[in-house]
């Protein structure tokens, strides 16, 4: 049974480029939720997604981010027009819903030059 | 409101003596407990769990919480540390309703030979 996929591990953008981010979770899990970590901090929640719907998007900048997670396919952060704050990395993590564990990504490293 | 404080940001311990990562939360419902580690460069792994039954909790590489309700705590254990256990240590918990999970900051447990 896979783990959570996350791609691309690396992902470098010049400022004003886009980004999107790839989940998928694992088999079987229907919810997912996105976090952001930089450097000396910890995790920082984004976003909870259950199948085509989002249910909290409160850790979500107003801006320029948004993501989604289709009935069919992997779970897509967006991020536009990128600036050098932006970067950091992103991790997913999946779960069957409920009270069990998250189950993480390797995380996405998001590099703005 | 919820929220889980992690007090140590960083514990830096010499091989093979004990160590306590603290974690304690605060919640008017009841809670379910989890300690994630997370290697460089790598997504969060699951450590140990408190759903239920016992209120003390091992893992397979010797790591032990205890689940502490009237001091709303979950400290994180081991009385003898490896060189292999340098990683940052995340607490989190999630509600008797599931579905949203809240983490600390994080633990840098740095063990010296």
């Known amino acids: 049974n896979a783990g959570v996929m996350q791609n691309p591990r690396h992902l470098v953008r010049r400022r004003g480029q886009e980004a999107r981010l790839r989940c998928s979770p694992m088999k079987g899990h229907s919810h997912v939720y996105w976090y952001r970590q930089l450097p000396e901090e910890g995790l920082k929640f984004m976003v909870y997604?259950?199948?085509?719907?989002?249910?909290?998007e409160s850790g979500m900048p107003k801006e320029r981010f948004s993501a989604e997670f289709p009935k069919e396919g992997p779970s897509i952060l967006r991020i536009q027009q990128v600036v050098r704050g932006d970067s950091a990395a992103y991790f997913c993590?999946?779960?069957?819903?409920?009270?069990?564990?998250?189950?993480f990504g390797n995380g996405t490293r998001l590099t703005v030059t | 409101a919820q929220s889980v404080t992690q007090l140590d940001s960083q514990v830096p311990v010499f091989e093979e003596a004990p160590v306590e990562l603290r974690c304690n939360y605060s919640?008017?419902?009841?809670?379910?407990l989890f300690w994630y580690v997370q290697y460089p460069n790598q997504g969060l792994q699951l450590l140990l769990k408190y759903l239920s039954g016992s209120t003390l909790v091992e893992s397979i590489n010797g790591f032990e919480a205890e689940f502490n309700k009237s001091q709303t705590s979950f400290h994180l254990r081991k009385p003898s540390v490896h060189i292999s256990d340098t990683a940052e240590y995340f607490c989190a918990v999630t509600l008797n309703t599931g579905n949203q999970f809240y983490f600390g900051t994080g633990t840098s447990l740095t063990v010296i030979p």
């Open positions: 919640s008017s419902v009841s809670v379910y």
């Open positions: 997604l259950q199948k085509e719907n989002i249910i909290d």
């Open positions: 993590a999946s779960s069957p819903g409920g009270i069990s564990p998250l189950h």
